[in-house]
C-alpha cells in the first residue's frame, strides 16, 4: 500500500468514524459497555454475561471495559463528555446515577444522559444478626429506643445503598439520632463484622441471605417477597414515602443528545437480549432480579428516582 | 476435607484441569514479571476466559495465575529493580543488589525456592484447618487491625537502608498520600483541591509503578554512561546448593507463618505481609548485618511470606465467603456466575468443589519451580537487550499496566508524576519501600483507627484495656521500635567503657 | 561553592510542602469532631512529615553531601516525552502516543542505528495493540481516527 492509499482509507475511516450514526446501519463497529467499576466485580460480572446476548440483538459486536473510581464517578463523567454516538454506553447503578451527583462535586447531572433501557432491579432489606434476640423490626425500634448509642449499623461506605438502606429504616422509625453509623471499606469488611458481631445491623439486597446467618427484619419495596413472605414492607411498618421504597437497579445509559432512532434500537435490542434464554438462564445462576424497563419507562423511572432520593440522602446527613 | 482428595483429583485431573493449571501458572508468572501489571490485573485480564469454562477449572485458573503473578512480581524485581506489585517491593531490597553484583540467577533461585516452599505449607494449612482459622479471625475486629498496621509501620524502620529519617520522611509522605480523596468516614472529599479526578485518591499501583519503574527509568537516563549496555547479566535461575541453606530454615519458617497468619485477616494483604517477615528477619537472622546488600535471607523472608499469604487470603474467602482482597474478591464473584453462591455455606454446599480447589492450590504452587525456571529462561534474551530498549519496553509495559488498573486516564499522569517525585527523592537516598509501607498502610490504619474510636465513643485507652490482641500487637510494636535504640546505646556504652 | 546543593533544597522543599499542607487542615468547615473530622488522621500524619522534615534539614545542613551530577538534558527530555505520552495516549490512543515516544526516547538514550530504532518503536506499540485490543478484547485506548488501533 503506497502512502497515498494509506492517507485516503484513513481519510474515509475518519469520516465514517465522525459522520453521524443512521440507525439502519447501527451499529458498524464493535458497540463498548463501560463498567464504573474494577473487572471482578458483581457489576462487572453482570454485565460481562449480558454483553454477548446484546451483541446478538443487535446483529455487532460489543465489548465491555472498565473504568473504576470515586464509586463509579470517574467513568460517568469521562462518558458524559463523549460525542453521543451511541457506540459507547454506561451501565450505571443507582448510586453512580442519582445519588453521587447530589452529593459530590462530579461533571454530570440529572440531564447528561439518554437512558436506554433498565436491566435488573432488586429492592434492599435491612438484616439484623440471627441469634442475637432481635427477630422483628419493632423488637429492633425498642431495643435501640432502651439503650441509645450501644447499637451499630455497619455500610460498604458513606453513601453507598448499605449506607442508605439504613439511613431509611431508621429515619423512618424515628430512632437514627440513636443508633451509631460505622463505615467500612466495600461489604466484605462489613460482612465480616457483622459475623462477628462488631456491628448489628445491615442493609443490603436479598441475596445477602445465603452469605451468612442474618434475620431479615423489613423489605424497601411495594410488595413483600416471594421468598420471605414473612418479613413486612416498609410502608406496612410505619416508614413513609419516599423513605419506603429502595431498590439496587442498573440499566444503561447514553450521553445526552444521542439520535433518537439510535436509542430506539438500542433499547429493543436491550430488551431482546433481557428476555433471551441464554441471559434468563445466566440470570438464575447469578440470582439477579431482572427487571427490564424501554428507553421512554425507564427514563421516567430514573428522574422520579432522581429527585426520590433527595430526602434519603438528606436524613444521611451527606 | 482430606477424606474427600480422591474425589476431588477426579476434578482436577482431567485434560482441561491441568492444561488449565501449567498454562495459568506460566501466564500468571509471565504478567507479574512484567513491570507494571500486578497480580490484580493478571486476574482481571484472565477472567473474560473463564466465563466458557466449567467450575472446578475456571477457578482453577484464576487461582494459577494469582499465584503465579505473585511469584512472577520477583522476577522483576530482582532483575530490573522494579516490583510488578506493591507485593514484591520487599523484594528489590536484597534481590537487586545481588543482581548487580551479577548474581540474578541465583537470587532468582532462593526467591523462588522460598516462593514455592511459601506457597506449598499455606496451601497444606488451608486443606487442614480453614474452617477453625477463619473462625479465629473473626476475633481480628477494627482495633486489632489498628494494632497490627502499627506493628507494620515499624518495619519503615527496618526498610530505611542509609538513613532512618529519610525513611521517616519518606513513610510519611506515603501515609498523607494515602489520605488524599473521598473521606473513608464521611465522604467528604479531602486535599482534592477541586480536582474531581483525585476523589477516588492517588491510585496505589500507579504510585508504586511510578516511585520504582519510572523513576528507575530516569535514574538511568540521568547516569553517565550512555544506555547501550544490558542491565544485568542474567542467563537463567541458578538453584541455591542445599548446603547453603544451613542456618536459613528457621527463619524461613517464621515467614512461612507469618505470612500465612497475616493473610487470614481480611483486608491486610501479601505486601504487609512481606514488609512484617522482613523486618522481623533482619532483626533476627544470623546475617542481619549484610541485609539491604544482597543477603538472601531478606529474599528468603519477603518471598515465602508473599507467597504464604496466597494461601492464607483464601481461608476467609473459602470459609465464610469474605474475600480478603481484591483478586479473592474476583475468584468469589467468578464463583457465583457458576451457580455457586459464596457465603457462610460454601464449603458445606459444596465439599469436593472446596477440596479441588485446595488440592489445585498445591499442585499450582508445584508447579512454581519448572514454570519459573521455563519462563526465566525465554526472559533471558530479552535481558540482554541493551540498555535504551529495555527503558522504552518498562514505559510502554508500565502505562499498559497501570491503564488497565482500572481504565482511568488520570492513574497515567498520577504514575508520571510519582516517577518525577521517586527520581527526586532517590536522587538524595531516600528508600522508596517505606513510601510504599505508608501508603499501603495508611488507609487502613486510619480507618481502623477511627472505627475503632467510633465503637469506644471516643476513648483511646478503651483500645487496650478490653481487647488482648491488640495490647500484645501494641506492645509488639513499640519493641520494634525501642529495639534499635536500645542496641545503638548499649553499643555506644560498650564502645566507651 | 554555594550553600546550596541539591539535596539541602529538596530538603527545605519537602518540609516547606508538609507546611503547607499541614495549615491547609486548620480553618475548614467539616463536619464532626474527633473520629469524625476528616481532618484527624491527615492531621496526625502531617504533622509527624514536619517533624520529621525538619530533622532531615538539619541533617543536611550539618553535613555537606555534593551528590553525583545528573544528566539534566537527557533526564530533562525522557521525564517530558514520558509525560507527554502518558497524557496523549487517553486522547490520540496509545499507538499513535506510543511510537513517537519510543523513537525519542531510544534516540535520546544514544541508540542511533536508524533500523533497529525504527523497528521497536513501531513493532512494540502495533504488537501491545494487536495483543490487547484484538486477541485478547480488552482495549487499550484507541486513536478518533479508527477504532482498530
Known amino acids: ?318 | 476435607m482430606i477424606e474427600l482428595l480422591p474425589q476431588a483429583a477426579g476434578l482436577i485431573f482431567t485434560l482441561e484441569g491441568l492444561l488449565v493449571l501449567v498454562l495459568g501458572t506460566m501466564l500468571g508468572i509471565i504478567l507479574g514479571a512484567l513491570p507494571g501489571i500486578g497480580s490484580t490485573v493478571a486476574v482481571a485480564m484472565i477472567l473474560p476466559f473463564t466465563l466458557g469454562m466449567s467450575q472446578a477449572p475456571a477457578i482453577l485458573l484464576l487461582l494459577a495465575v494469582y499465584a503465579g503473578s505473585v511469584y512472577g512480581g520477583s522476577i522483576s524485581a530482582i532483575l530490573i529493580n522494579t516490583p510488578g506489585t506493591p507485593q514484591s517491593a520487599a523484594t528489590c531490597l536484597d534481590g537487586y543488589p545481588m543482581a548487580q553484583r551479577g548474581e540474578a540467577g541465583l537470587a532468582l533461585g532462593w526467591s523462588t525456592i522460598a516462593s514455592t516452599i511459601g506457597g506449598l505449607t499455606s496451601a497444606v494449612v488451608l486443606l487442614l484447618a480453614a474452617p477453625q482459622l477463619a473462625a479465629l479471625a473473626l476475633n481480628f475486629g477494627p482495633i486489632e487491625t489498628f494494632a497490627l498496621i502499627l506493628l507494620g509501620l515499624t518495619c519503615i524502620v527496618s526498610v530505611s537502608e542509609g538513613s532512618l529519617i529519610k525513611g521517616l520522611v519518606a513513610g510519611s509522605i506515603g501515609l498523607f498520600l494515602g489520605c488524599v480523596g473521598g473521606d473513608p468516614i464521611t465522604g467528604e472529599a479531602r486535599f482534592t483541591f477541586g480536582q474531581f479526578q483525585l476523589i477516588s485518591g492517588f491510585n496505589l499501583l500507579a504510585v508504586v509503578i511510578g516511585v520504582f519503574a519510572l523513576s528507575e527509568v530516569l535514574i538511568r537516563a540521568a547516569a553517565k554512561e550512555e544506555g547501550t549496555q544490558s542491565l544485568v547479566s542474567f542467563s537463567g535461575i541458578v538453584l541455591p546448593p542445599l548446603s547453603a541453606w544451613r542456618g536459613r530454615i528457621k527463619g524461613l519458617m517464621k515467614s512461612v507463618a507469618i505470612g500465612n497468619g497475616i493473610g487470614i485477616l481480611p483486608g491486610t494483604g501479601a505486601a504487609t505481609a512481606a514488609f512484617i517477615s522482613y523486618a522481623e528477619a533482619q532483626r533476627s537472622s544470623p546475617n542481619r548485618a549484610k541485609f539491604g546488600k544482597g543477603e538472601p535471607d531478606g529474599l528468603i523472608a519477603s518471598e515465602s511470606a508473599n507467597n504464604a499469604v496466597t494461601g492464607g487470603a483464601l481461608v476467609p474467602t473459602m470459609a465464610l465467603g469474605i474475600p480478603g482482597d481484591a483478586i479473592t474478591a474476583v475468584m468469589l464473584a467468578t464463583l457465583t456466575l457458576h451457580g455457586v453462591t459464596p457465603g457462610i455455606r460454601l464449603m458445606t454446599d459444596n465439599p469436593v468443589l472446596i477440596a479441588a480447589i485446595f488440592s489445585g492450590f498445591f499442585v499450582i504452587n508445584l508447579m512454581l519451580l519448572p514454570m519459573g525456571m521455563l519462563v526465566a529462561k525465554g526472559a533471558a534474551p530479552l535481558l540482554r537487550l541493551r540498555e535504551g530498549y529495555m527503558l522504552v519496553l518498562i514505559v510502554l509495559l508500565c502505562a499498559v499496566g497501570v491503564y488497565f488498573v482500572r481504565g482511568n486516564p488520570f492513574d497515567l499522569l498520577v504514575m508520571g508524576g510519582a516517577g518525577i517525585l521517586g527520581f527526586v527523592l532517590r536522587r538524595q537516598g531516600m528508600p522508596m519501600p517505606p513510601l510504599v509501607i505508608g501508603m499501603v498502610l495508611g488507609p487502613t490504619l486510619e480507618i481502623s483507627l477511627r472505627q475503632g474510636l467510633i465503637i469506644t465513643d471516643g476513648s483511646f485507652a478503651a483500645f487496650f484495656t478490653g481487647h488482648p490482641i491488640a495490647l500484645v500487637l501494641a506492645i509488639l510494636a513499640v519493641g520494634m521500635l525501642a529495639l534499635p535504640l536500645i542496641t545503638a546505646l548499649r553499643a555506644r556504652r560498650s564502645g566507651t567503657a | ?149
Open chain 1, 1 to 318: 500500500m503506497n502512502i497515498k492509499t494509506l492517507i485516503a482509507s484513513l481519510a474515509v475511516l475518519a469520516t465514517s468514524a465522525a459522520a453521524p450514526a443512521l440507525a439502519q446501519d447501527f451499529p458498524e463497529r464493535p458497540v463498548n459497555l463501560v463498567v464504573p467499576f474494577n473487572a471482578g466485580g458483581g457489576t462487572d460480572l453482570l454485565v460481562r454475561g449480558f454483553a454477548p446476548y446484546l451483541a446478538e440483538a443487535l446483529g455487532g459486536d460489543v465489548f465491555v471495559s472498565n473504568m473504576a473510581g470515586g464509586s463509579g464517578t470517574v467513568a460517568a463523567g469521562a462518558l458524559a463528555g463523549q460525542r453521543p454516538t451511541g457506540y459507547q454506553l454506561g451501565y450505571w447503578s443507582v448510586t453512580v446515577s442519582t445519588i453521587q451527583p447530589q452529593i459530590k462535586d462530579v461533571p454530570y447531572g440529572i440531564d447528561s444522559w439518554e437512558p436506554i433501557c433498565s436491566v435488573a432491579a432488586s429492592p434492599t432489606m435491612l438484616f439484623t444478626n440471627a441469634g442475637n434476640g432481635i427477630e422483628t423490626i419493632e423488637q429492633a425500634k425498642a431495643a435501640i429506643e432502651a439503650e441509645p448509642g450501644k447499637y451499630l449499623f455497619g455500610s460498604s461506605g458513606p453513601g453507598a445503598m448499605t449506607h442508605l438502606t439504613t439511613v431509611a429504616a431508621f429515619e423512618g422509625l424515628g430512632v437514627l439520632d440513636k443508633i451509631k453509623h460505622l463505615p467500612f471499606q466495600g461489604s466484605g469488611p462489613a460482612l465480616q463484622a457483622m459475623a462477628a458481631g462488631t456491628i448489628q445491623f445491615f442493609g443490603d439486597t436479598e441475596i445477602l441471605m445465603q452469605r451468612g446467618d442474618f434475620t431479615p427484619l423489613v423489605i424497601f419495596s411495594d410488595a413483600r417477597s416471594e421468598n420471605f413472605p414473612d418479613v413486612p414492607t416498609a410502608t406496612e411498618v410505619g416508614i413513609a414515602a419516599p423513605l419506603n421504597e429502595l431498590y439496587l437497579w442498573g440499566g444503561l445509559f447514553a450521553p445526552a443528545g444521542t439520535p433518537d432512532d439510535v436509542v430506539a434500537k438500542l433499547s429493543e435490542a436491550c430488551g431482546a437480549a433481557v428476555a433471551s434464554e441464554g441471559f434468563q438462564s445466566f440470570a438464575a445462576d447469578t440470582q439477579t432480579v431482572l427487571n427490564y424497563r424501554d428507553a421512554e419507562a425507564f427514563d421516567a423511572f430514573f428522574r422520579a428516582q432522581y429527585e426520590g432520593n433527595t430526602a434519603i440522602i438528606e436524613a444521611a446527613g451527606l
Open chain 3, 1 to 149: 561553592m554555594s550553600i546550596l546543593t541539591e539535596r539541602r533544597v529538596t530538603s527545605l522543599v519537602l518540609l516547606l510542602v508538609g507546611m503547607a499542607l499541614l495549615s491547609q487542615t486548620f480553618g475548614q468547615a467539616y463536619s464532626g469532631l474527633g473520629a469524625f473530622s476528616p481532618m484527624f488522621f491527615p492531621q496526625i500524619v502531617l504533622s509527624f512529615w514536619v517533624a520529621v522534615a525538619a530533622l532531615d534539614l538539619v541533617a543536611e545542613l550539618r553535613q555537606r553531601v555534593v551528590g553525583t551530577r545528573p544528566q539534566l538534558l537527557r533526564v530533562t527530555v525522557i521525564a517530558l516525552a514520558s509525560l507527554v505520552f502518558l497524557l496523549a495516549m487517553t486522547r490520540i490512543g496509545f499507538f499513535l502516543a506510543a511510537v513517537p515516544f519510543s523513537a525519542v526516547a531510544l534516540v535520546t538514550l544514544g541508540l542511533r542505528r536508524p533500523v533497529p530504532v525504527a523497528a521497536v518503536s513501531l513493532g512494540v506499540p502495533a504488537a501491545l495493540v494487536a495483543l490487547f485490543n484484538h486477541l485478547l478484547t480488552l482495549p487499550l485506548p484507541t486513536s478518533p481516527v479508527a477504532w482498530w488501533f
